[in-house]
């Protein structure tokens, strides 16, 4: 560990503990090592591309039972590929007008209680975002009654480890747009875990699945879609690749993955889904429970384990300053930040107001780290 970030610290970057989990914003994943062998592979030779993503998305697909597979660069690009694909489908013409949408049908539904941070990408190839229901619910009948005739799409965000029993499920969803003949589409970024949810909603009948290969151990920038046959089909033709590949512009090109990063996704993928999750599991546990025994006798914060394995961060722990505090979430964020090397954490995005809490995450810690966030947590509350 004498080298740790010395290769950021070299151009006067500074290096930090993650205790907050797989968040872009600190770099989000490390690739496991066996996909940085296959990648330095990669470099041997050049490949059609074209091709080569081909050959990687039906391997994939066979290993997450669907029909068809695409490795993009990242979940959101995924969102925006299949928002471009279902709007110009393989019409070339309109492929090349996009993301200019003029007699393209171009609105895509989404429920107002399952807004979030990346419908964003569901708007950069000239789709429009629609909400349909409430505040606080959704029903069948307000889907039915947000459709119109520019309507392309509906969307759908799965968050399992957290079902919101007012939203519109995707049964619900899936069972009205294909009467209406809309596209299905599910941002299923963070669903890799149990296995089965690899795929699980195309086999509902949902169009595309965008996952995230952040979450498994690929390079940090890929991610991929899975779904029919058509779907990827006509998302691929957006791709970066289709423009020397099929001299034909989709708005796909400013969205490159490498060869070595396709290859690198298929790597990751392969060891997904063959890796012993129990142990995988129970590492996060242990390492989990290493830093509620150091920190749970301070007697000014309540610690609580988090419960969960679904998804991409199992258990973790919840730190929330309690009635003896004279101190906020912020200000422990603060100075755990402050020290060195910093550790970061945050105020926990999901919490409902005036509940001041912190998630601690073991996705980002190295092996040992753990130690040290628990000892500075301790430090800080001193
Ligand atoms: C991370 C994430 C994304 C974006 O994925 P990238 O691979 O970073 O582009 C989209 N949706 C959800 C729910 C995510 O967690």
């Given at each position: 560990m004498d080298k740790w970030g010395d290769i950021y610290k070299s151009i006067g970057a500074k290096p930090i503990i993650n205790a907050i989990g797989s968040v872009t914003l600190l770099g989000g994943s490390t690739p496991i090592k066996e996909v940085k062998e296959a990648m330095d592979e990669a470099d041997s030779a050049y490949v059609p591309l074209m091709e080569l993503q081909e050959k990687a998305g039906d391997h994939i697909a066979k290993l997450t039972n669907v029909p068809s597979a695409y490795i993009t660069s990242g979940a959101g690009s995924a969102l925006t590929l299949a928002t471009a694909a279902f709007m110009a489908g393989d019409n070339d013409k309109l492929i090349q007008q996009?993301?200019?949408?003029?007699?393209i049908k171009n609105e895509i539904l989404i429920q107002k209680v399952q807004h979030y941070w990346y419908d964003r990408c569901l708007e950069l190839a000239g789709a429009k975002l629609v909400e349909f229901g409430s505040d606080n619910k959704t029903t069948k009948q307000d889907l039915e009654n947000a459709i119109t005739d520019k309507t392309i799409a509906v969307h759908y965000y799965a968050v399992e480890q957290n079902i919101d029993p007012n939203a519109l499920s995707l049964e619900d969803t899936i069972e009205i747009a294909k009467k209406h003949n809309l596209y299905v589409l599910v941002d299923a970024a963070g669903q890799v875990f149990p296995l089965e949810n690899l795929g699980k909603y195309v086999r509902m009948g949902a169009d595309i699945q965008c996952v995230a290969a952040k979450y498994i151990g690929a390079p940090h920038s890929t991610g991929f879609a899975l779904g029919t046959e058509e779907a990827i089909h006509k998302l691929s033709l957006q791709s970066f690749v289709g423009y020397e590949g099929r001299r034909i512009r989709g708005v796909?090109?400013?969205q490159k993955v490498d060869r070595q990063e396709i290859i690198g996704c298929v790597t990751a993928v392969e060891r997904w889904m063959s890796l012993n999750h129990e142990d995988r599991l129970s590492k996060t546990e242990i390492m989990t429970n290493k830093i509620v025994d150091k920190i749970?006798?301070?007697?000014?914060i309540d610690v609580t384990i988090i419960n969960n394995i679904i998804g991409h961060q199992p258990f973790g722990l919840t730190i929330r300053p309690n009635v003896h505090a004279d101190f906020t979430i912020e200000d422990l964020v603060q100075k755990l930040k402050s020290g060195d090397p910093p550790v970061w954490t945050r105020k926990s995005l999901y919490a409902p107001e005036g509940d001041d809490c912190m998630d601690i995450h073991?996705?980002?810690?190295?092996?040992?780290?753990e130690e040290i966030v628990a000892d500075r947590i301790v430090d800080a509350l001193k």
């Open positions: 996009l993301p200019d949408t003029r007699n796909g090109r400013p749970k006798h301070i007697k000014t073991m996705f980002g810690l190295n092996a040992g780290e």
